[in-house]
Structure formats: C-alpha cells, structure tokens
C-alpha cells in the first residue's frame, strides 16, 4: 500500500524530490492529479506517494535538508 505524503505545484519539482528520496533508499511514486491521466502537461500539480510502512522516513529526510 501507498500513502500520499506531499502535493507538488509540477513535474520537475516532483522529480527533484523523488531522486532525493532515491537517493537516500526511499521508493517513491509519482502522481499526476486525478482525471488528467499520464498525458498530464508538465506544469500540472503531481502527488507524491510513499510506502505505508516508510512514512516516518520520508518525514525524517524532509527534517534533515
């Protein structure tokens, strides 16, 4: 199971914070907003999803930058 852990304003932004979260072991998903599918534009807002079990995790990187 996923959890949502954060909403993005876009794509690179999403990006930029899922190969933090892959550099530091953390798996990540990247969701563009519902009802817009993957042909979402790359200003589109996107959520990032975490694994259930690693939520604490990702909190904890978020502390440390």
């Given at each position: 199971m996923?959890?949502?852990?954060?909403?993005v304003?876009?794509?690179?932004?999403a990006a930029?914070?899922?190969e933090?979260?892959a550099?530091?072991?953390?798996a990540?998903?990247?969701?563009?907003t519902?009802g817009?599918?993957?042909?979402?534009?790359?200003?589109?807002p996107?959520t990032?999803?975490?694994?259930?079990g690693?939520?604490?995790?990702?909190?904890?990187i978020?502390r440390?930058?």
């Amino acid at each position: 199971m996923w959890v949502e852990f954060m909403s993005v304003p876009n794509a690179y932004v999403a990006a930029t914070w899922s190969e933090l979260f892959a550099a530091e072991a953390l798996a990540v998903r990247v969701i563009p907003t519902i009802g817009v599918g993957e042909t979402a534009p790359v200003s589109e807002p996107r959520t990032l999803y975490v694994p259930t079990g690693k939520a604490h995790v990702a909190r904890e990187i978020l502390r440390k930058i």
